[in-house]
């Protein structure tokens, strides 16, 4: 009965201007490069192509977004239902009027260097330096060297559970430290920033300065999926891990990082259940150690297997 659910589901959705794909290997669209199939992905072309598909889609049809996959963990037995990647060039533009910029959220965050340095507006910097795309970066309100996507973000427009496509103020997102107000049949199709006139030479050293810190303090050229758990309040991750002795810790081919102990890494030949049950083992530690729970950042999605 799976089977053939899987071979008829593309033929019970709507018709799309957009393109679906059957049996697709998430572990390409994901840094950690594990994880098990989406049964079916789908390429909006637009918005308008989004919003019909929303409205028409099965009732019940279990449906989630991706977007650079850099901060997430897909489980072997991949994700059942519609994933939804906005990677068209409709979601991949970038307008600038006056301090403001306007960026699709298939937008990659290094993409803005480029933008910043030609109409020296500064202020962003710090989110070019986060791996993933401008979408992903509002529900868990990334951040790094002391800002957050909260500081420099004006409005965002999404698109709601019902199609609508609604324009929404910094304010209704509740943005706070690696979380937000964010309903999850939202889903991001632009963000408009709040920049800063600078001089390019002061960017460019600034982006410089940021991309030496990271090349020096975090594991760069491996298959990471950057910052494992949320900072618990006024304390570091790495330091409560290193103090519960898993600094070496490792599972099947999954291993805490040598460089940063808040980065898992996989070594080239993890599954997924590797590296979440690395995770689970460091919380459970950590806990014994210090009574302090620590929180997954990273976002976990599928099923098991």
Not at 179 to 204: M, N, V
Request: charged share 25%.
């Amino acid at each position: 009965m799976l089977h053939l659910f899987r071979r008829s589901l593309i033929d019970i959705l709507p018709k799309v201007r957009g393109k679906y794909q059957k049996d697709v290997p998430l572990s390409k669209h994901t840094w950690f490069g594990v994880g098990g199939p989406a049964e079916v992905m789908y390429h909006p072309q637009d918005a308008e192509d989004l919003s019909h598909f929303i409205r028409t889609k099965p009732y019940n049809l279990p449906t989630c977004i991706i977007g650079g996959g850099s901060n997430l963990l897909i489980r072997d037995g991949g994700i059942p239902g519609v994933v939804i990647k906005l990677d068209s060039a409709a979601f991949r533009k970038i307008t600038v009027e006056d301090n403001l910029i306007t960026c699709g959220a298939g937008v990659k965050n290094a993409e803005l260097k480029k933008i910043m340095l030609e109409h020296e507006l500064g202020g962003l910097e710090f989110l070019c330096s986060i791996p993933g795309v401008i979408g992903g970066s509002v529900k868990t309100n990334a951040g790094c060297f002391g800002s957050e996507v909260k500081d420099v973000i004006a409005k965002a427009t999404i698109i709601n559970g019902a199609g609508e496509i609604k324009e929404i103020g910094v304010e209704d997102l509740l943005l706070s430290y690696r979380s937000s107000f964010f309903p999850d049949d939202w889903i991001i199709l632009s963000l408009t920033l709040k920049a800063t006139p600078t001089p390019a030479e002061e960017i460019r050293k600034k982006l410089e300065e940021q991309k030496a810190y990271r090349l020096k303090k975090q594991p760069c050229n491996a298959k990471t999926a950057g910052s494992t758990f949320k900072n618990p309040e006024g304390l570091r991750a790495w330091e409560l891990i290193q103090k519960s002795g898993c600094k070496d810790l490792s599972v099947g081919g999954a291993k805490v990082s040598e460089i940063h102990s808040n980065f898992l890494i996989n070594t080239g030949n993890a599954t997924a259940k590797d590296i979440e049950t690395l995770g689970e083992t460091i919380i459970q530690r950590v806990k014994q150690k210090t009574s302090i729970t620590l929180e997954w950042e990273i976002k976990r999605l599928g099923i098991q297997k």
